[in-house]
């Protein structure tokens, strides 16, 4: 099984700044990596596909990056609503997503 | 405006069986793979299986193969899963997710809002 190691499981940063979540794969992926992010009784919501696409309606603050075993979403000025939990999922070997990384207001 | 709304959770004793629906509408079920996906309370997501376009490909999880069964009814826009052999490993909230792409992408960009399953005696 293909194991994604998100990290840090927890990030604190303030309205405005600047969050880089990192997710790294047990072997090569290419770009079939995906993020989605979810608040709490919610369904989850697609950002990212194919390592770097937004997906439709995603604002152009988040961002993602990476290839091979080492992928980054980036969230240039965070806003209110994006404190929220995100996940990473790769789809090479069968499907399978990260353990999360809380985003929190600090 | 695409939605999906599963039903057919519930309370279930360990070794049971549950029946699992997927209501689709707002686009036509026929034109996309189908996953259910799951999540544990309080814990992350984890892909349970999908069907193809006409159920002609199905793949499963390592941890649900041989005691779980996806199938799809394009006619009625509904999707199933079919629970068998169930654990107390199985409590969680199933969502049933549509693929991103007519083709086949592996991305999940719509999603019920879930239905939550609890194994216990």
């Known amino acids: 099984e293909t194991v994604l190691t998100q990290s840090p499981a927890t990030l604190s940063l303030s309205p405005g700044e600047r969050a880089t979540l990192s997710c790294r794969a047990s072997?090569?992926?290419?770009?079939?990596l995906g993020w989605y992010q979810q608040k709490p009784g919610q369904a989850p919501r697609l950002l990212i596909f194919?390592?770097?696409n937004r997906a439709a309606g995603i604002p152009a603050r988040f961002s993602g990056g990476g290839s091979g075993t080492d992928f980054t979403l980036t969230i240039s000025s965070l806003e209110p609503e994006d404190f929220a939990v995100y996940y990473c999922?790769?789809?090479?070997?069968?499907?399978?997503f990260g353990q999360g990384t809380r985003l929190e207001i600090k | 405006e695409v939605q999906l709304v599963e039903s057919g959770g519930g309370l279930v004793q360990p070794g049971g069986s549950l029946r699992l629906s997927c209501a689709a509408s707002?686009?036509?079920?026929?034109?996309?793979?189908m996953n259910w996906v799951r999540q544990a309370p309080g814990r992350g997501l984890e892909w349970v299986a999908n069907?193809?376009?006409?159920?002609?490909?199905?793949h499963y999880g390592d941890s649900v193969r041989g005691r779980f069964t996806i199938s799809r009814d394009n006619a009625k826009n509904s999707l199933h899963l079919q629970m068998n052999s169930l654990t107390v490993e199985d409590t969680a909230v199933y969502f049933c997710?549509?693929?991103?792409?007519?083709?086949?992408?592996?991305?999940?960009?719509?999603w019920g809002q879930g239905t939550l399953v609890t194994v216990s005696s």
């Open positions: 997710a549509r693929d991103q792409s007519t083709g086949w992408s592996d991305y999940f960009d719509n």
């Open positions: 707002g686009f036509m079920l026929s034109d996309y793979w």
């Open positions: 069907i193809k376009q006409d159920g002609g490909k199905i």
């Open positions: 072997q090569s992926l290419g770009t079939s």
């Open positions: 194919g390592a770097s």
């Open positions: 999922q790769q789809h090479s070997y069968s499907i399978t």
